[in-house]
């Protein structure tokens, strides 16, 4: 499959002494934060595939949707007006609605916003199929991307960032045993995990997630994982044993947080320089933490976090938890 080559890659590792001063741990950090297109994080390497997919068929017109707050979202509308192309975000409401982190820079880039009540939201496939057929009758050619960029295509991306880890490792002359990513829709871990199999290897791959208990996300990745043997010319089955997903560390639900989750950040970018998010890395290095300091995965000797992304995040809300209203 082809792709899009606008992703800064590959992006860097680098050593996290945090964990080894305090855990006595080796712990490093691929910056996928770092990837480019307006902080994207992990969705660009999706978006690359999806896009590309929708420039082959002459689309003009990109339609996804997410919560308010989506990275995927707004990574979706930025990308959009590189390609002067048009996207029509369908976001679904929660809370006070402010102008402000993604929902701000969605408008900025010019992205069309349909916004939905949590109910309204209920209907979402047919309200996609409807505003399809809406632009498909004023000459527009619609391309509608799942959330999160999470079907077989978009998970391509993160097969890609496996192998570009293997490659990592041997010019760092490091072997990863462990990789802990942060889980939502379920491609990113997808991809990585379909890539450590068909490379034969063996790595430990645990998604810390944020979204969905254990079992609901099992299903999702599966459900990822079944869509991507078409692109891989490959027949690699899964069995839910191999998916390891930790759901410990979800606290009050996707996108809530809890102060001592917003403390931990504010001590890791003091001691790192490497700003975490409050909805998905924030969370998952929270976990990777609690985990280590239990003492669990004890066999890992070498773990690779990868930072997803996720800035703009931090509302009003969280910074207000962190220190009051200003
Ligand atoms: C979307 C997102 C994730 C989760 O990726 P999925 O592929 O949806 O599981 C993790 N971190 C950040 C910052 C994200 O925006």
């Known amino acids: ?16 002494d945090f964990f080894r001063q305090e855990l006595h741990k080796s712990v490093f950090i691929k910056r996928d934060d770092q990837t480019g297109m307006a902080t994207s994080g992990n969705k660009i390497r999706k978006l690359e595939y999806l896009i590309k997919d929708a420039q082959n068929k ?16 707004r990574a979706t509308a930025v990308i959009a007006a590189k390609y002067k192309m048009n996207s029509l975000l369908i976001l679904k409401e929660s809370g006070k609605l402010k102008t402000e982190g993604n929902l701000f820079f969605d408008k900025l880039v010019g992205a069309k916003i349909k916004m939905l009540s949590e109910q309204q939201y209920q209907n979402l496939p ?22 999160g960029g999470s079907d077989g295509l978009g998970a391509l991306g993160y097969v890609d960032a496996y192998y570009e880890i293997l490659r990592q490792e041997e010019q760092l002359g490091i072997e990863f045993d462990t990789i802990v990513v942060t ?4 491609g990113t871990y997808a991809g990585l995990l379909y890539g450590n199999k068909e490379a034969n290897k063996n790595k430990t791959i645990i998604g810390m997630s944020v979204l969905n208990q254990r079992e609901q996300a099992v299903r999702d990745i599966v459900h990822v ?37 917003l403390k931990f950040m504010e001590k890791f970018a003091r001691e ?30 070498n773990i690779l976090f990868i930072h997803t992304g996720g800035m703009f995040g931090w509302t009003d ?5 962190l220190y009051g209203s200003i």
């Open 183 to 186: 889980d939502g829709s379920g």
């Open 58 to 73: 002459n689309c003009d017109y990109l339609i996804t949707n997410g919560g308010v707050q989506s990275n995927h979202a």
């Open 1 to 16: 499959m082809d792709k899009l080559m606008i992703a800064n890659l590959p992006t860097n590792i680098e050593k996290v």
């Open 225 to 261: 994982l079944e869509d991507m043997n078409q692109y891989r010319d490959n027949d690699l089955r899964f069995s839910d044993k191999e998916i390891n997903i930790i759901d410990r560390y979800i606290g009050l639900g996707y996108g809530k947080s809890q102060l001592d989750e």
């Open 272 to 301: 790192e320089g490497i700003i975490l998010d409050p909805v998905y890395t924030g969370k998952s290095m929270y976990g990777l933490y609690h985990e280590l300091k239990n003492g669990n995965l004890q066999e890992s000797q």
């Open 126 to 147: 047919s309200i996609i199929e409807e505003l399809k057929e809406e632009l498909t009758e004023s000459g527009h050619n619609p391309y509608v991307i799942p959330m």
């Open 317 to 321: 809300e969280k910074i207000n938890m």
